[in-house]
């Protein structure tokens, strides 16, 4: 696991670097940086992008593999809202960054990242039905892949105060530090000349 996190770790803020460094290649397929709220729009879609792409494991150090990722069946929290949350944050963050951004290369990646985040979704199902079976199958009747469709359907509710946790003070401490830290990440990128 340290070795997998050794060479992951890097390797994902060369990507990351790599696509800040090349967003605005290609065509530019529309602009709408010019519009007074859409920075402020983007930021809030991608601050909930966040929150729902990564504390849904709730350690998050299984992230780069540092801990043993361990298989857990929940339903709670953010799962309530939609069993597949990184799915759901992915596709926000693309769209939020795509509409910024607007350039055929960014265009592309979000098309990439998203069909990668669904096709997630039955393998991800397949593999908690095969861990933990009837009580997936439970879990699975009482949520739902699209968010909130389970809770207006009456098959499960909200539950504010389970979204009380440390990990989401974690990650609004991250938003916000990304953000803060935004133009000098972007420097930090242009400096490594990927």
Known sequence: RLLFAFFSI???VLQIAYFMNHRYDGIQLWQLQGIPWMRDFVWFWSALSFILLYPATFNLLEIPAVAKPEFRLFEEGIIRITRHPQMVGQIIWCIAH???IGSSLTATTSIG???HHVFSIPHGDYRLRRKFGKAFDEVKSRTSVFPFW???QGKNKLVLKEFVRPAYVGIALF???????H???LQASRNLGL
């Not at 916000?176 to 830290?181: D, E, I, M, N, P």
Request: proline share 9%; hydrophobic share 70%.
């Open 10 to 12: 890097p390797m994902a």
């Open 113 to 115: 990242l998203i069909a």
């Open 175 to 181: 938003v916000y530090g990304f953000y803060a830290l």
């Open 150 to 152: 389970a809770i207006l």
């Open 98 to 100: 795509s509409l910024w």
């Open 183 to 185: 133009p000098t990440l």
